[in-house]
């Protein structure tokens, strides 16, 4: 029965072939289907794309309403607004901290997507950009990934040299020194970023763009950072 099978397949390719056919493809010649733009990738190549080419980042996946990895990447944004926040409580372990950025970090989160989100949104109106406002709200979160990543990873060096002598200090580490200067350069490129996001995929008219993206944005953070030397004084 095998035999005959193999005869007729062999038959079949025959005839194919004789009347300008292809031959009936092997299982291992099958062409496999090319990755959906936007399928879900590991979460490190995710965030690598972020760095390699925003734009293109933007372009694949920031246009819909739930972007792969859209809920963490709220929450971590979150969690960095927090820990800004939390700098100011007078805590006595790490175990309140985190547990105050992490729970904190979550309504942050929200808060900064849905309402800062909007706020975003009016920028690019006010730019003469485009009407894509799921677009405006990710680029918007998206764009702070730097900052997070910076924000988290100083809580986390804190945490795992200093342990709760960081509470009996009375004041600022050596890791919060470092990581002031890393955070105002993070903060720079995620201007960066969002300016270059929102230039590609909303097209706003660029000299308004440079006002509401760049210069407004830096002197922001330049009055925020102003405060808050002056306030150590």
Same mark, same amino acid.
């Given at each position: 029965?095998?035999?005959?099978k193999e005869r007729l397949k062999f038959d079949l390719d025959f005839l194919e072939k004789a009347e300008g056919k292809p031959a ?13 733009? +936007?399928?879900? &990738?590991?979460? $490190? ?20 309403? /739930? ?15 927090? $820990? ?8 006595? &372990? ?5 547990? $105050?950025?992490?729970?904190?970090? @979550? ?11 909007? #706020? ?17 709200? /990710?680029?918007?979160?998206? &764009? +702070?990934?730097?900052?997070? #990543? ?5 809580? #986390?060096? /804190?945490?795992?040299?200093?342990? /709760? ?8 580490? &050596? ?17 960066? @970023? ?6 590609? $995929? ?30 150590? @004084?």
């Amino acid at each position: 029965m095998a035999d005959d099978k193999e005869r007729l397949k062999f038959d079949l390719d025959f005839l194919e072939k004789a009347e300008g056919k292809p031959a009936s493809p092997k299982p291992s010649e099958e062409k496999k289907p090319i990755k959906a733009a +936007g399928e879900k &990738s590991g979460f $490190i190549d995710y965030i690598k794309e972020v760095f390699k080419d925003f734009p293109a980042f933007c372009d694949k996946y920031l246009r819909v309403k /739930n972007p792969p990895y859209l809920f963490f990447l709220i929450w971590a944004t979150g969690v960095a607004t927090a $820990i800004d926040r939390v700098t100011e409580f007078d805590g006595s &372990s790490w175990l309140e901290v985190w547990a $105050i950025v992490l729970i904190g970090g @979550l309504i942050a989160g929200y808060l900064q997507y849905w309402i800062g989100g909007a #706020i975003y949104h009016l920028r690019v109106k006010w730019s003469k950009g485009g009407d894509n406002y799921d677009a405006s709200r /990710n680029i918007y979160i998206f &764009s +702070g990934i730097p900052i997070a #990543i910076a924000s988290i990873s100083s809580l #986390i060096l /804190n945490t795992l040299v200093y342990g /709760n002598e960081y509470f009996k200090t009375g004041g600022g580490s &050596s890791i919060d020194i470092l990581f002031f200067f890393i955070l105002i350069a993070a903060i720079a490129y995620s201007i960066n @970023l969002s300016y270059k996001g929102v230039m590609f $995929i909303q097209q706003p008219q660029k000299n308004r763009a440079i006002i509401w993206f760049v210069i407004l944005p830096a002197i922001f953070y330049v009055l925020v950072f102003s405060a808050a030397i002056f306030g150590e @004084l």
